[in-house]
């Protein structure tokens, strides 16, 4: 990402950047350097995921108030977590230029932990929002409630970018209600890995079925993205475009 985010952010003139950051700390969740580092690589806002509190730190770093505008709570965990999780699912700000936005990460609930209802949740927070452009991270394991939240936010939300299964999907577009919307925008990290951990363990563990530790891989490694262009006034968008890119 050191590599590619800079050329990106500038051949693209990028003015918000959200990066989902839950497994950079070695591909197990995110600790308050490595969230550091994203933000120095040109992150505004980082989401998370399921493996939000992998790094026992990460739950002291976001204990900040729903005010402040400093990093740690610029860093988000999903906005349907039990409500006493540390940290927050939204935050809304303001580009240097004045433009508001605001960022929502959300967890699906299909074949996922027992978190609450991201659709109900979604309403709720969009009923609070005052920004017109704003980006859903919908972290989630089955395509069919990405897609169904893709649907349920159009035309409400500037884009719905999907994470968690790590495998870019071809189904980019504008939906049309205007929300840009892709059901995986893909991992950045090594792609000689069965989703980013050592092949030979998995295939070990589907082969014999006997416990043992994932480590992460290092193969081949892609920075992967989507770029999306949008109406500041009505926060309406007008392209997605996939990116991948390699050593
Ligand atoms: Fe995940």
Redesign the pocket.
């Known amino acids: 990402m050191a590599e590619h985010i800079g050329h990106v952010m500038d051949s693209h003139a990028i003015d918000l950047c959200v990066i989902?950051g839950?497994?950079a700390a070695g591909g197990f969740g995110i600790t308050p350097a490595i969230a550091d580092d994203l933000f120095d690589l040109g992150a505004q806002v980082i989401t998370?995921?399921?493996?939000f509190w992998d790094k026992k730190e990460i739950l002291e770093y976001v204990k900040v108030g729903a005010d402040s505008r400093e990093r740690p709570r610029r860093l988000l965990r999903p906005a349907n977590f039990a409500p006493t999780t540390p940290g927050f699912g939204v935050y809304e700000g303001e580009l240097p230029n004045g433009q508001a936005y605001a960022v929502i990460n959300l967890?699906g609930r299909v074949f996922m932990a027992n978190n609450d209802d991201p659709f109900r949740r979604a309403d709720e927070l969009l009923a609070q929002i005052k920004a017109k452009t704003v980006l859903v991270d919908f972290?989630a394991?089955a395509t069919s409630e990405k897609i169904a939240l893709g649907w349920h936010l159009d035309g409400r939300v500037t884009a719905v970018v999907c994470?968690?299964?790590?495998v870019p999907t071809a189904d980019e577009r504008v939906l049309p209600g205007g929300t840009a919307y892709i059901t995986d925008v893909g991992m950045s990290g090594p792609y000689d890995s069965v989703i980013g951990v050592e092949r030979e363990m998995v295939v070990n563990r589907f082969l014999t079925g006997a416990p043992g530790k994932f480590e992460a891989a290092k193969g081949n490694p892609k920075m992967c993205a989507v770029v999306i262009e949008c109406d500041g006034g009505t926060g309406q968008a007008h392209s997605i475009q996939r990116l991948m890119l390699g050593e």
Request: net charge negative.
């Open positions: 989902n839950e497994n998370t995921g399921n493996h967890q972290h394991e994470t968690h299964t790590h």
